[in-house]
């Protein structure tokens, strides 16, 4: 992984720098979204309260990638290790995606958002998993902007899942060990077919992956911002567009 700089959310009013080009503009822009309890605390409110404000702030991201000419956008919106809250935060949660389910997905579709959901979905209740199936249905000509949202994922999770389907396939016959290198055994992660992303950006001031994307992110630059996330804005997301354009990528090479 690139660099990590961790920006102050104080510059977040500032412009976005001058494009120096079609790479300024990261294609791929993947959010770890963190600080919902904390917000929800700092205003004294209970939890779920955060929540819902966060939800705001995915809608304000989706609009900010739009407007920046983003073309994927992944949302850290649910981890493996959140079934471990208190039940009844979890309930919270799962109504919220509920919601958001009902709620949203017209005006997604209607701006040319294609849903996608990575992750261990069938976790979930039943007619969580249906509305998920028919939001990716619906959405899934859609091409404006590739909106992926992790719910019950893990990374390390799934790169074993990935190792367990390739060694199947190589027990069935159908893949030659030998011949079985990153290229192909990204086509077994639950991001097949999606490019990596070019950015990370983490909320809170936090400054980890926390099991997300490991294998993806391998050479994203990183940026971590301190604020929390129901305060996210469009100018912080253009704060972070601004720091990926100053940056040199160099994939492991040496500077020329």
């Known amino acids: 992984m690139s660099v990590i700089t961790k920006a102050s959310s104080a ?7 001058e494009a120096r080009g079609p790479s300024s503009v990261p294609a791929h822009v993947a959010i770890i979204m963190d600080g919902n309890g904390r917000w929800a605390k700092r205003n004294g409110l209970p939890r779920v309260a955060g929540h819902r404000e966060g939800a705001r702030a995915v809608r304000r991201s989706v609009e900010a990638s739009i407007r920046a000419g983003v073309s994927w956008l992944t949302l850290y919106a649910f981890s493996s290790e959140n079934w471990r809250r208190p039940p009844g935060e979890v309930l919270d949660l799962t109504g919220l995606l509920r ?9 997604l579709h209607a701006n040319g958002v294609r849903l996608r959901v990575i992750g261990d979905r069938e976790r979930f209740d039943p007619d969580i998993c249906e509305a998920l199936r028919e ?7 859609n091409a404006r902007l590739n909106l992926i949202v992790a719910l019950s994922y893990g990374s390390r999770a799934e790169i074993v899942s990935a190792a367990r389907t390739a060694a199947v396939a190589a027990r069935e016959g159908r893949l030659d060990p030998a011949r079985l290198d990153e290229h192909l055994f990204e086509q077994f992660l639950f991001t097949a077919g999606m490019p990596d992303p070019d950015l990370v950006i983490r909320t809170s001031g936090e400054q980890r992956l926390s099991n997300f994307l490991l294998w993806q992110a391998a050479y994203a630059e ?3 911002l301190d604020v929390l996330w129901p305060d996210f804005s469009g ?3 253009n704060q972070a567009l601004a720091e990926y354009a100053r940056r040199e990528r160099r994939f492991g090479t040496r500077p020329s």
Do not use: D
């Open 222 to 224: 990183l940026v971590f």
């Open 235 to 237: 100018a912080h997301f």
């Open 135 to 141: 939001a990716e249905r619906r959405t899934a000509g």
């Open 11 to 17: 510059a977040a009013t500032q412009p976005a720098t």
């Open 99 to 107: 919601h958001y389910l009902r709620t949203e997905i017209q005006e």
